[in-house]
């Protein structure tokens, strides 16, 4: 089947603006992961959904940060009066969860550019 | 607290050339390390972990607890090897979310 897919590929938007980040699972994964990779850097631990619930949001720098998973599949990533440090690659992974070391397969990313 | 370290930014080698890829842990008790793999226009996936203790593409990474390291190494290198290689853990107590070290560009010559 189909791997993690994201949308946008790329999004640019300016100072102050709100975006929203999507991404599709693989069908039957609970566990959902996103992470945040800067220039140079490896990926940044955001945000962790087993199901529809937030196991673990430590990651999120900020509360202009907020992730759903309402039905425990798609996710939406939300940043609020984005900010130009804000921009970044947001990866998206999936696993079936449960196990500790579940392989993590990652979407392709989406590149935020804040003007 | 749990960190990983990735000493080399970029490694350059020739084709056939022994490689090895270093990555250095820090943690408290039995850690669990996984070997990421990013080639060029392509997403992130997983190379090896430690507890399979399996050789994928030639790759193989042992985990030494003494010197807390956990390199990724394969004898003869080849071209389609370049990439970027992350070193992964899980903090203990948390099994699913993953620190990672800042990866090292792999470049390998004809």
């Known amino acids: 089947g189909a791997g993690v897919s994201q949308t946008p590929s790329n999004k640019v938007t300016e100072k102050g603006k709100y975006v929203e980040l999507r991404c599709d699972p693989i069908?039957?994964?609970?566990?959902l992961y996103w992470y945040r990779q800067s220039l140079g850097q490896g990926p940044e631990f955001l945000i962790y959904?087993?199901?529809?619930?937030?196991?673990?949001d430590s990651g999120l720098p900020n509360d202009r940060f907020f992730a759903v998973r309402p039905e425990g599949s798609v996710s939406t990533l939300k940043i609020q009066r984005t900010e130009r440090g804000d921009s970044a690659v947001y990866l998206c992974?999936?696993?079936?969860?449960?196990?500790?070391?579940?392989?993590?397969?990652f979407g392709p990313g989406t590149r935020l550019t804040v003007l | 607290a749990q960190r990983v370290t990735q000493p080399e930014k970029l490694l350059s080698v020739f084709k056939g050339a022994p490689v090895e890829l270093k990555c250095n842990y820090s943690?408290?008790?039995?850690?669990?390390l996984f070997w990421y793999v990013q080639y060029s226009r392509q997403r992130l996936q997983l190379l090896l972990r430690?507890?399979?203790?399996?050789s994928i593409k030639g790759f193989t990474a042992d985990l030494n607890k003494g010197e807390t390291s956990f390199h990724l190494k394969k004898p003869f290198a080849q071209e389609e090897d370049s990439a970027m290689y992350y070193c992964?853990?899980?903090?203990?107590?948390?099994?699913?979310?993953?620190?990672w070290g800042l990866g090292t560009s792999l470049a390998v010559n004809p």
């Open positions: 959904f087993q199901g529809t619930g937030a196991a673990d």
């Open positions: 992964a853990l899980p903090p203990a107590g948390n099994n699913r979310k993953l620190i």
């Open positions: 069908s039957g994964h609970t566990a």
């Open positions: 430690h507890i399979s203790r399996e």
């Open positions: 943690y408290s008790g039995s850690p669990e």
């Open positions: 992974a999936s696993s079936q969860g449960g196990l500790p070391g579940n392989e993590q397969f």
